[in-house]
């Protein structure tokens, strides 16, 4: 199912690199509940994060950053450069990443590091942080019988090992998304 005109978001890095988290991310975004987007430079960075940690996967890592540019070819924000010079954020390297929600209009910055990102330097482009577990919570309650559809989904699809509902609901609180799980949990019959 797509529906137009869902709410952009910039996906920072640090909620791509957990696999888990990227992976109902990218679903939720496939399905059409939001528009995902990311810039070259998030997407380095969360590469080059992940090649650091596990060196010996890099030609799945390499495949999977190959996949989301064929599968998400809109979702690359481009021409954002020249807004990075006059941002102001607690890390300066993280003003690519609001320069890219600048560009593409984005209302909301994915991260799992919100303190890089505070409202008062936000508030002026109209964009707000939010983690990924808030945020997919979020959108869950939004769109509850598509959220449904994609978990099930997903977890029906992970077969090594095969995840009953319950179990599901107890990996995605594991992964970090404690949120979307109790919301998965009160829907269990539908998982």
Wanted: proline share 7%; net charge negative; charged share 25%.
């Amino acid at each position: 199912m797509h529906i137009a005109d869902r709410f952009v978001v910039v996906l920072d890095a640090n909620v791509l690199f957990p696999f888990r988290k990227r992976d109902v991310l990218l679903r939720f975004s496939h399905a059409g509940l939001f528009r995902a987007r990311w810039s070259e430079d998030i997407l380095e960075e969360w590469t080059r994060n992940l090649l650091a940690l596990k060196p010996q996967l890099e030609e799945s890592i390499r495949a999977q950053q190959a996949a989301m540019r064929d599968h998400f070819p809109e979702a690359l924000v481009i021409g954002h450069a020249p807004l990075v010079g006059a941002l102001d954020l607690p890390d300066p390297d993280d003003r690519h990443v609001l320069a890219a929600a600048i560009q593409c209009g984005a209302q909301h910055i994915v991260t799992d590091n919100i303190v890089d990102f505070p409202a008062d330097k936000l508030e002026p482009y109209d964009i707000e942080a939010i983690d990924a577990d808030a945020f997919l919570s979020r959108t869950f309650d939004l769109y509850p019988a598509e959220a449904l559809t994609v978990l099930r989904q997903l977890r029906t699809h992970y077969n090594n090992p095969p995840y009953s509902a319950p179990e599901f609901v107890l990996d995605l609180t594991a992964k970090g998304l404690p949120k979307l799980a109790a919301r998965a949990r009160q829907n269990q019959a539908f998982l």
